[in-house]
């Protein structure tokens, strides 16, 4: 009785400027504003240069929780303050601002925007657009736009749907709409009726649409609707790239008037700890367990004043096998009521989850009124973990020890800005398990849900985190809104309530606002243990008054004395390193310069992530960050765009310090011995792939046998002849987790050098000499376990092309699912007429779609100071590599019921992405060729490679694909 309908083809868009925002808003509300002038205002908050002050007020009117704008006479360069950071205090010339209590008065609609939300606007001429979208990511990089932001312009992203509803739906229960995320203040309106504002861009929220006034039901144009959305992207509080508009997907939902709310249902496996055998590891893999489960009901029909309702659960295996089924007792509901009914089991032999083995049951929940079923969920994923956090002894999980070797992560990759796809979210977390990573901090807001999916089924812990800390009620809100869309989720270890300087925002109630977060968090998930990641609240001070409310002290970029004498003071709280570690590194470069980073940072590495790792009592280092993102460009400026602090770049190519991290974190992490592993390191990682080897991944190469790792970080070239010396000596880098190294150039031993334990062989004064540089990896029993060459390029000859995803070689499956919205990524290498990639190639690449189901969404190279398009598929090489993202275009993969009521439903159904209607599958039957993707260059031999596609969705979609890879790499 209950559908689930994918809601996120055919959208027309428009992207409104932000300074056109602001003139429509001017007068709004402006008296709510303390003014001031001449003074300088402590911001990092800057969101543009316009031509009057009053836009700049506007543009805080409109959010909320904007406290406080400022604008520079001279430079028009405006400001807000979105994260109590205002400091207006010294005296300055040329400012003018306004400072005000938040919220702020939310102002209504006006001009254009009340026209662009109602059902007669004529958006024929707007793009029309799937979801997940970034409304952002296809602007102009400009050097007046916010660096914080990527140097992208903010805007006003406007999306309109025309719909209609089935006539069967008519008067049989309840429609909704369920975003999991607009970024953000989202207003959404129903056939020119306002029928929801959602002030956060970052959690999910139902909008009901079958009681609006007006709602139309039944086939025609006549019965079509239009569902307009107006999203503010700009005033968000991130001091990173967070992208705007309709950025996740979106479902259209239909259940009886009796029903499981959104989120509903917490269903939490108990395991005694006393079954657990000591010691043993990975082997402790099954417990008998009581299965608790809370399920809260809604009974809505005021036609039926009341009846008796109860809940029954049925427990599903990996096999799909019903294990357990069991039920609530009744209990009478009247219209208007929710009730949370209590049920469990004892269930025997429940297998574990773990890294090791992501072992998932599937509970199906029905609600029944007077003994007939009236809503049944059937997507209910739960595992059995026990977790522990032991201050003398770190973290462990079902008794077995582990460290946490982890990343934080923001949530942006070339080409599609925030609106990542699912399946390149499964190549985001496999490359972090090729290096050894095993944790994900999800700095600094809550995930898209389909992200905590695959970290569920690859077997990554969970640190989720919330958006805001502080005494805004909103902000508590959000907090709860986390907690209970993402606790079923085994992979989730802690909630957090803030990072670094939000953890102290709340001053001086931190307390009492700290006391308030954790009781929302425990109301609705009272098992897990609640964190912040904090700083020193000032110098000398070791804590903040909200250590008192956490269970979990986490620490960002403390020096290493700082936990000892942390754990000296509070020996019974637990600590973790939750962030550290931010290593610039610019892939390719082998020198800095002005306007460039080294790829060389095992210094910083070795000796920040040691911090956390070593101390018994730590529980381990969270990385800033896995990948590097739009905004916040560090230590450069423009024209740098995005961060460097990745060990993989913003294209998703390897650096240098992914190989030290597979090198130490893989394959040697504990000190015990050379090939000692902690349970959670698979035996078969996915390999690391190295962007610069066209024709094989790096794992069964001689540069990484499997047991040991060598890569030499800096190229084998020639010096351009401004910078070259009479000698032109060099520095040469190694990453190995051998004991020893030797040098050879041109099949000359230079040097041989003993590799300190968690660090990197280096060679000094080596003249370059044009040839083949080849490091060698040393046992100590003077093995040769590994060996890696660098060549000299010569002239760049050709194009090569590479499959990343879907690939068997990154844990991301054989092929794309025709369901519409399935993405891969495609690596186009610049090489020489020997195969070698030439690293000083700029050429532009044109990429293409020649046959197939599939079309470019967009390009990228890594480059933190490429200001091209990211939509345009045309990109130039950065150090010889460029990258193509190429999404299906068709829809013949989803269930037949799907489709069935996709093209019942979208209005404009087939115009953008193809939607095959059940019984035409034949007639498309040439798309199982696959996608043919082209890449071009002038004076370079062109390419094509061949994407493979399926229809069937249910062996190669995105979890099962992460599920089969883990059966496999843990067999």
Known sequence: KREVINFDFAWRHENVPVDAVGEEYQTACGPAFTPFQNLSCKTDRPVGIFESPSICQALC?????????????????????????????????????????????????????????????????????????????????????????????????FYRKHFNLPGDWEGNGQTTVYFEGIFRSSYVYLNGIQVAFHESGYTSFSVRLDNVTGVKFGAGQANENVLAIRAQAFGGSGWWYEGGGLYRHNYLVHHEHVYVVPNGILAKFFVDLD???????????????????????????????????????????????????????????????????????????????????????????????????????????????????????????????????????????????????????????????????????????????????????????????TRNFGDEAQWATDMRD?????????????????????????????????????????????????????????????????????DVQGFSHMQGFIFDDFHTIYPEKPLINSECCSCVTQRGEDTANPTHLANFNGDCISEQTARGISRPFVSGSLVWTLFDYLGEPTPINWPHVS??????????????????????????????????????????????IDSEQPLQSAIGSSKDTGDFLIHIVQHWEAAPTSSAGDDDLRVIQVYTNAPQVELHLNGKLFSRKVVPWYSWAEFGNISFEAGNLTATAISWSSVVVASHTRLTSGIATAIVLAIDVPSASTGTGKALVLDGQDTGMVRAMVVDSRGTVVPSSAHAITFSVSTGPGRIIGVGNGDPACHENNKIAVRSAYHGLARAIVQVNMNSAMPASIRHRLAQIDSESGQYTVLVHPGDEENYSSVSEGITVSASSPGLASANITIPVTNDIDRHNVLATAKAWMTASHA
């Open 61 to 157: 009117c409109l959010s909320p929780y904007c406290r406080g704008w400022v604008f520079e006479l001279a430079t028009g360069t405006c400001s807000l303050d979105t994260e109590r950071l205002f400091r207006c205090d010294t005296a300055a010339k040329g400012t003018v601002g306004g400072t005000r209590d938040v919220p702020g008065p939310r102002p209504p609609l006006a001009g254009l925007d009340i026209q662009r939300m109602s059902s007669a606007f004529d958006d024929s001429k707007w793009q029309l657009i799937d979801a997940p979208h970034d409304s952002l990511i296809t602007g102009t990089f400009s050097i007046n736009a916010s660096g914080h932001q990527g140097n992208l312009p903010y805007g006003l992203a």
């Open 275 to 465: 079954d657990l055998p000591s010691g043993v590891g990975k082997h402790a893999n099954t417990s008998d367990a009581a299965l608790k489960i809370e399920t809260t009901v809604a009974f809505s029909n005021a036609s039926a004043s009341k009846g008796p309702v109860s809940v029954q659960h049925s427990l599903y295996d990996e096999d799909n096998q019903v294990i357990v089924e069991f039920a609530s007792n009744n209990t009478w509901m009247q219209s208007g009521q929710e009730t949370i009914f209590f049920a469990s089991q004892f269930v025997r032999n429940v297998t574990l989850w773990a890294p090791w083995n992501t072992y998932m049951y599937r509970v199906e929940t029905r609600v029944l009124l007077k003994n007939q079923t009236v809503d049944t969920m059937n997507n209910t994923y739960i595992g059995a973990t026990v977790a522990e956090w032991i201050p003398k002894s770190g973290y462990q999980l079902n008794g077995t020890p582990i460290k946490w070797r982890g990343y934080c992560n923001h949530n942006s990759l070339a080409g599609v800005g925030v609106a990542i796809p699912d399946r390149l979210n499964l190549f985001r977390a496999q490359s972090m398990k090729s290096i050894g990573g095993n944790a994900w901090r999800t700095s600094h807001n809550p995930p898209v849900p389909g992200l905590l999916d695959v970290l569920d089924r690859v077997g990554v812990l969970v640190w989720d985190e």
């Open 482 to 550: 986390m907690v209970q869309r993402d606790r079923n989720h085994p992979s989730i270890m802690l909630w957090s309530f803030c990072n670094e300087g939000g953890c102290l925002s709340a001053e001086p109630d931190v307390s009492s606002i700290g006391g308030q977060f954790r009781a929302a968090a425990k109301s609705l998930d009272p098992f897990r243990p609640v964190t912040g990641n904090m700083v020193a609240k000032k110098e000398n001070q070791l804590y903040s008054d909200l250590t008192g409310e956490i």
């Open 643 to 688: 961060s460097s602090f990745g060990s993989f770049d913003l294209a998703g190519f390897s650096k240098a310090a992914a190989f030290w991290y597979r090198a130490w974190w893989l394959y040697n992490f504990t000190h015990d011995g050379m090939s000692d592993r902690q349970w959670d390191v698979p035996s078969r990682a996915p390999p690391l």
